[in-house]
T-cell receptor
C-alpha cells in the first residue's frame, strides 16, 4: 500500500514563474491537507480539501495561492508569480473518510522543496 | 485552537527511556492531544493521540494528567532512529477532521 506521494520532490523556479505541486493521497483516502514549512520553523496549515471541495482554506495566503482536489487525479497546490519568500517545504497529508470515526490520523508525504531564485 | 508548551530540545542515550513533556493549560474538553514527529528531511509521522486516558501503541505511550493540563510522551527505549522533532498538538475533531496546528516542537537528540 503506497503512502502519500508528492512530486516533484524538489522544484526550482525564478521569481514570477508558476509552481505546481502535486499530491496523490493514499489509496482510499478522500481528504487532503496542505502544509508549508519555512526553514527552521514548524509546519503551518494551509488548506483542507475533500474531492472537488475546499473545506477549510483559512491558512492560505489571499493572493497567488490556490488548491484543488479534482474528482480524478492528484491534488494540486498552485503558486502563481512566485517570490523568494515562497521558498519552503510544502507537505501534503491525507486521511480516510471519517464516517463513524471519532478521530482521523493524517498521513504525510515526503514533501516538495521549492526554491525560488 | 489551544496552545501547547514544549521544551526546545532534549537529549537521551540510546536504549534509555525518554519522557517528552507538554503543557496545555488552556485545553478544552473536546480537544484531542496528538503527537507527531518529524525526522530530518521527512514529512511528519503520527505517533499517538489521546483524549482523557493513557494510551499505548507500538511506538510509544501517552500519559495524560488527570486535569488534562499536561501530558507526557514516553519512548520506552530510545533508538538512534528516534532522533526527531516531536510535536504536541491540540485540536478538536470537528467537521470530520482534526485541524493540526504545529508549534516549534521538541528536538530530541539520541546519543549512542
Amino acid at each position: 500500500n503506497a503512502g502519500v506521494m508528492q512530486n516533484p520532490r524538489h522544484l526550482v523556479r525564478r521569481r514570477g514563474q508558476e509552481a505546481r505541486l502535486r499530491c496523490s493521497p493514499m489509496k482510499g483516502h478522500s481528504h487532503v491537507y496542505w502544509y508549508r514549512q519555512l526553514p527552521e520553523e514548524g509546519l503551518k496549515f494551509m488548506v483542507y480539501l475533500q474531492k472537488e471541495n475546499i473545506i477549510d482554506e483559512s491558512g492560505m495566503p489571499k493572493e497567488r495561492f490556490s488548491a484543488e482536489f479534482p474528482k480524478e487525479g492528484p491534488s494540486i497546490l498552485r503558486i502563481q508569480q512566485v517570490v523568494r519568500g515562497d521558498s519552503a517545504a510544502y507537505f501534503c497529508a491525507s486521511s480516510p473518510w471519517t464516517s463513524g470515526r471519532a478521530y482521523n490520523e493524517q498521513f504525510f508525504g515526503p514533501g516538495t522543496r521549492l526554491t525560488v531564485l | 485552537d489551544a496552545k501547547t508548551t514544549q521544551p526546545n530540545s532534549m537529549e537521551s542515550n540510546e536504549e534509555e527511556p525518554v519522557h517528552l513533556p507538554c503543557n496545555h493549560s488552556t485545553i478544552s474538553g473536546t480537544d484531542y492531544i496528538h503527537w507527531y514527529r518529524q525526522l530530518p528531511s521527512q514529512g511528519p509521522e503520527y505517533v499517538i493521540h489521546g483524549l482523557t486516558s493513557n494510551v499505548n501503541n507500538r511506538m510509544a505511550s501517552l500519559a495524560i494528567a488527570e486535569d488534562r493540563k499536561s501530558s507526557t510522551l514516553i519512548l520506552h527505549r530510545a533508538t538512534l532512529r528516534d532522533a526527531a522533532v516531536y510535536y504536541c498538538i491540540l485540536s478538536e475533531f470537528s467537521g470530520g477532521y482534526n485541524k493540526l496546528i504545529f508549534g516549534a516542537g521538541t528536538r530530541l537528540a539520541v546519543h549512542p
